[in-house]
């Protein structure tokens, strides 16, 4: 009887150390997706940016120096998380300007960030 709850004992231990690591786990995986989704958003306002008319004749309001903000909410699994989109677009010459793109967002209290710059080019 003793070496039963001796086994039982030592099995707990282990099955509590195997679940301990498998949330472990699932938290590196989620946040590797919210990662991932920052990215993702980056990518998809630099593409915008890229596709806007910047010619020697006309330049797209949305390519002027400056910064603008925007919010974008993603599902994941059970819960919403909110990006915060910070734009930044500089010049640096007359026929050359720079898009950097800082994607924030917060998970289990901790702050994240992800930026992406690129050089655009008159048409």
Same mark, same amino acid.
């Given at each position: 009887?003793?070496?039963?709850?001796?086994?039982?004992?030592?099995?707990?231990? #282990?099955?509590?150390?195997?679940?301990?690591?498998?949330?472990?786990?699932?938290?590196?995986?989620? =946040?590797?997706?919210?990662?991932?989704? +920052?990215?993702?958003?980056?990518?998809?306002?630099? %593409?915008?940016?890229?596709?806007? #008319?910047?010619?020697?004749?006309?330049?797209? /309001?949305?390519?002027?120096? %400056?910064?603008?903000? +925007?919010? #974008?909410?993603?599902?994941?699994?059970?819960? =919403?998380?909110?990006?915060?989109?910070?734009?930044?677009? %500089?010049?640096? /010459?007359?026929? /050359? =300007?720079?898009?950097?793109?800082?994607?924030?967002?917060?998970?289990? %209290?901790?702050?994240?960030?992800?930026?992406?710059?690129?050089?655009?080019?008159? =048409?």
């Amino acid at each position: 009887m003793i070496e039963v709850l001796f086994s039982i004992v030592i099995l707990m231990i #282990v099955s509590m150390a195997l679940m301990q690591t498998s949330i472990v786990g699932v938290q590196a995986n989620l =946040k590797n997706s919210l990662r991932e989704e +920052a990215s993702r958003i980056a990518d998809e306002t630099i %593409g915008d940016l890229r596709s806007r #008319v910047f010619s020697a004749a006309i330049t797209d /309001s949305q390519l002027d120096a %400056g910064t603008t903000n +925007a919010t #974008v909410t993603r599902n994941f699994r059970s819960f =919403k998380t909110d990006y915060s989109v910070k734009t930044t677009i %500089g010049d640096i /010459s007359a026929s /050359s =300007k720079q898009a950097s793109v800082e994607v924030t967002w917060n998970f289990k %209290g901790s702050d994240y960030k992800h930026i992406t710059t690129a050089i655009l080019g008159r =048409k």
